[in-house]
């Protein structure tokens, strides 16, 4: 399971990071609640008041552009440790970050958590437009996804040569994935 490091704002030590399982393809769609290509609406951290003091959520919303498991509403949003209000902020070490506008390819728990991703940060993908003009899949890092094999690699591994994934190849992956799973 995640080993978490919470770091607070002004007592952050520098070089730490957070541990977890890489997980498979396979692994991301079995173990995802809902599965999505969506848009990022809003980000909106919050505080939230426990016996221990004071913890920052943040909320992101998304409009789901194309629902491919577990949902049929055209918006979803989930919560995340972490974020800042006003003077105040909270960040564990890894989580994804987020900005309206953003397009993702989410693989999601909805089970209450730290982080509702599958396998931390490796079940949220980045999609960005290639040389093309085509639509492509990317890690949360940015780097291009070539293979759906290449899912879970753990940081710092060498990167596929390749041309990226298109969104339309990766997702016919999911569906045919999902069609095992029922």
Known sequence: MATILLLLLGGAR???ATSYEA???NELVAKADVIFVGDVLDVRPFTVSTPGGTLIKTRVTFLVRDALWGTTSSMESFEFLGGRVGKLGMQVSDMPTFS????????A???RSINPIVGFSQGLMRVARDG???DAVQTVDGLPLVRTEDVGRGRGTRVRDGRPMPLAA???Q???RLKERR
Do not use: H, L
């Not at 309206?100 to 693989?107: E, K, Q």
């Open 14 to 16: 520098q070089g730490q």
């Open 23 to 25: 997980v498979t393809f």
């Open 100 to 107: 309206p506008g953003d397009r993702r390819v989410v693989f």
């Open 109 to 111: 728990k909805r089970e």
């Open 132 to 134: 093309s003009g085509a």
């Open 170 to 172: 990766f997702r016919a």
């Open 174 to 176: 999911i569906v045919d």
